[in-house]
Structure formats: structure tokens, C-alpha cells
């Protein structure tokens, strides 16, 4: 293992486009907001990579939360919007903070059509211009643990 971390260097495939103009106002996870439309446009040289993607009912979209304040430091914990009214604390990796040591979002969103290099989606979570480094077809088989419920509970 090195002692220090190399830079990685990660190529946006394209950006999305919403309402929100502030990550203050748009909600937190995809699932609230499961119903508002919204797109990603690929950057036309990535356009073949859509081929096959309208086959799915939802993708995993990979982003940078480029909206998110710049930070000197991230907190390493934090009060998850859950828990506001208590104020109490977690760990930043168990929480979907975006508040983090890297930028990066996931966002599940269901697929409605793909057309030229624009998917349009529903499930919107990002703010307008949100570059987009990834998109991948979400599989029920897989991307669902075996047992459902609450992680925290045992």
C-alpha cells in the first residue's frame, strides 16, 4: 500500500439537467422526489454507450457533487437529515451525507426513455449541471440485498 494516495483523474461522460439551481433545494435522495422528470445529456462522443440502456427500469447515475460547499476539512461526523431533530451524530460513511472526503454521488433513478445521447429520467436528487462520470443498469438480482429491512437493527 503507498503511503500517500496517487490523484485520480475521473472524465465526466456528460451533466444533468434539473430545476434545482442549489443543492439546498433538492431533495436528498432520488426516492423523494420519485415522480420529477429530469436528463442527462452524454457529451455526443459518448452516445454509443446508451445503446441498450432504455432495456433497464432504473440506472445507477455516478455524479460529482460539484454544487456542495468547498471544504478545508470534511467532518467526520455528522448529523444525518434523519436525525436532525436529535442531533445526534454518525460516522460520514454511515450516512448519505454529501458532505464527504470525495464528492460523489449515486443516484438510483428509473430509466423512461433514452433518445440520441439524452436519457430522461425520473427520481430527481441533483442539482442542474451535475457532471455525470457513470451510468449503470440497476439489476434486481443483484443490486438488492437478500434480506430486506432496516441495516441498522440487526
Not at 455526443?44 to 427500469?57: I, M, Q, S
Not at 433513478?109 to 449541471?129: A, K, M, N, Q, Y
Not at 438488492?144 to 440487526?154: A, I, R, V, Y
Request: overall charge negative; aromatic content about 8%.
Amino acid at each position: 500500500m503507498p503511503d500517500e494516495p496517487s490523484p485520480i483523474q475521473l472524465t465526466p461522460i456528460g451533466y444533468v439537467v434539473t430545476r434545482y439551481a442549489e443543492a439546498a433545494h433538492a431533495p436528498s435522495q432520488s426516492s423523494e422526489n420519485h415522480r420529477e422528470t429530469g436528463r442527462v445529456v452524454l457529451y455526443e462522443h459518448f452516445r454509443d454507450g446508451l445503446d441498450g440502456l432504455d432495456a433497464f427500469p432504473y440506472a445507477w447515475l455516478l455524479t460529482w457533487l460539484h454544487a456542495q460547499r468547498d471544504e478545508q476539512t470534511v467532518d467526520l461526523r455528522v448529523v444525518p437529515r434523519a436525525l436532525e431533530s436529535t442531533g445526534q451524530t454518525r460516522g460520514v460513511f454511515a450516512t448519505r451525507s454529501p458532505h464527504r472526503v470525495n464528492r460523489l454521488g449515486l443516484s438510483l433513478v428509473r430509466v423512461v426513455r433514452v433518445e440520441g445521447s439524452t436519457v430522461h429520467f425520473t427520481g430527481v436528487d441533483l442539482v442542474d449541471g451535475t457532471p455525470v462520470l457513470d451510468i449503470k443498469p440497476w439489476f434486481a438480482s443483484t443490486d438488492s440485498p437478500p434480506e430486506h429491512g432496516d441495516p441498522t437493527t440487526g
